[in-house]
């Protein structure tokens, strides 16, 4: 029999896996997955919060946070929470995104438990000391620097999403900007950690060699006293529908030019019709997934037009998404004749059915990978989480494959016409810093 603290509960059997789904009275989310396949425990807590929840100076914020969450309590000190991860063998890690903050424990189930503790006593009793602050937030800083500052492509694609979000808080970089983190100080740390950092606020995923009854108890012993808390509101991640063209050229010390491209889309959380999400989903396979897929295929290895592309789309966002091309067009290309080339091919979509054999192919080599990594624990976890906070459920992860499976030609053909339209559409031509002719 479950203790009082905890909700009405449910128990499935899918996959040969069973997940065991409830909320514990202080509104911690709990899903437990059953995994016997090796004796290992991924544990991992995901709070509602990210970049996308920043303002005004505080940019940055999340991130900041997450990586004082690794600098102690008064029950575990200092450093001792990454030291006991390597004398018990266990894996632990953490990352910020755009709508949320997540860390993971991996360890021998014997020590799952302790897992469990550590997590519940840092979500509550962190230290948040200015003598870890200080040297903590140059190290956020010089993190900025190496993969942002210093790297030209990511800083524009970083510039390129301010158009490309007009009104989402979307386009905020993750990291922040060098001059929020400048002037974020420690009680503003101390603030972000007490408004979201809350059980009520909060998802608690179990994958691996347990037992759910067991398991449930644990998450009762560690998190059923930490109280509750009003947080605050999440900033809208909504975009506006045919906003109008937008398009940035920017000189930056790159190799070689650079084209991108992007369209605002819907998400599945956002599309009025879930179908228009697995459809883009499915037309990002068959532009590029390998050198079969179209762009690959036609503009890489046939006409010989870009080097490289790369092709993006996040269906599973809060909010609305952005489906996004980068290319690198090949030496004397210009970057008006590389996006012209990608255009052609995307109104392909819009005026020829797709062959039922290429979409076959495509969809089944999609639907293979998505199985495939799912595999191991640390996908499970990594699904389930991601679904859930984000709005899904984490049931949606078993489903998944026949949703793809669904998408037809029609659908291709209605869900390019539908987004992929100029009104819609942002670009940038990034190109090499001129060289300054001697004097």
Not at 135 to 160: G, H, Q, S, W, Y
Not at 182 to 190: C, G, N
């Amino acid at each position: 029999m479950l203790q009082s603290g905890l909700a009405h509960a449910e128990i499935r059997s899918e996959l040969a896996h069973t997940t065991f789904e409830t909320t514990l009275q202080n509104g911690l989310k709990v899903i437990i997955r059953e995994d016997h396949r090796s004796p290992m425990v991924m544990t991992q807590i995901w709070y509602r919060v990210g970049s996308s929840d920043e303002s005004g100076s505080l940019l940055g914020i999340s991130h900041v946070l997450e990586h004082m969450m690794f600098k102690g309590t008064n029950k575990v000190p200092n450093d001792e929470f990454t030291r006991l991860s390597r004398i018990y063998g266990g894996s632990i890690n953490a990352a910020t995104f755009t709508n949320y903050t997540n860390y993971y424990q991996l360890y021998p189930k014997n020590y799952f438990p302790m897992a469990l503790e550590l997590e519940a006593d840092r979500m509550t009793n962190l230290l948040l000391r200015q003598q870890d602050f200080e040297p903590e937030i140059k190290v956020v800083m010089e993190e900025r620097r190496l993969r942002t500052d210093d790297n030209p492509r990511v800083l524009a694609f970083e510039r390129f999403k301010w158009i490309a979000y007009p009104t989402s808080t979307y386009r905020q970089p993750v990291i922040g900007y060098m001059k929020n983190l400048q002037h974020i100080q420690l009680e503003d740390v101390k603030k972000w950690y007490r408004d979201w950092y809350t059980p009520n606020n909060a998802i608690l995923t179990i994958v691996g060699d347990v037992d759910s009854q067991s398991a449930l108890l644990q998450v009762q012993k560690y998190f059923g006293d930490i109280p509750a808390r009003k947080i605050p509101p999440r900033n809208n991640v909504s975009e506006f529908d045919h906003v109008g063209y937008r398009h940035m050229e920017l000189n930056l010390p790159v190799q070689v030019p650079n084209l991108f491209m992007a369209w605002n889309v819907r998400s599945l959380v956002t599309a009025p019709n879930p179908q228009d999400a697995y459809a883009l989903t499915i037309i990002r396979s068959i532009l590029d997934s390998g050198i079969s897929s179209r762009l690959q295929d036609r503009l890489v290895r046939d006409k010989k037009i870009l080097t490289a592309l790369s092709v993006s789309y996040d269906p599973y966002s809060r909010g609305d998404s952005l489906f996004s091309i980068s290319a690198l067009p090949v030496d004397g290309i210009s970057l008006q004749e590389a996006e012209k080339s990608v255009q052609a091919e995307i109104d392909l979509l819009k005026t020829e059915l797709i062959q039922h054999a290429e979409i076959e192919r495509v969809t089944t080599k999609f639907v293979s990978n998505l199985v495939y990594n799912q595999d191991d624990i640390a996908g499970q976890s990594r699904m389930i989480g991601n679904l859930e906070i984000n709005g899904l459920s984490y049931r949606l992860m078993d489903q998944l494959p026949k949703y793809f499976e669904t998408v037809t030609p029609q659908d291709i053909q209605r869900v390019a016409n539908l987004y992929f339209n100029r009104e819609n559409m942002s670009t940038l031509y990034l190109t090499p810093t001129p060289k300054s002719k001697a004097p």
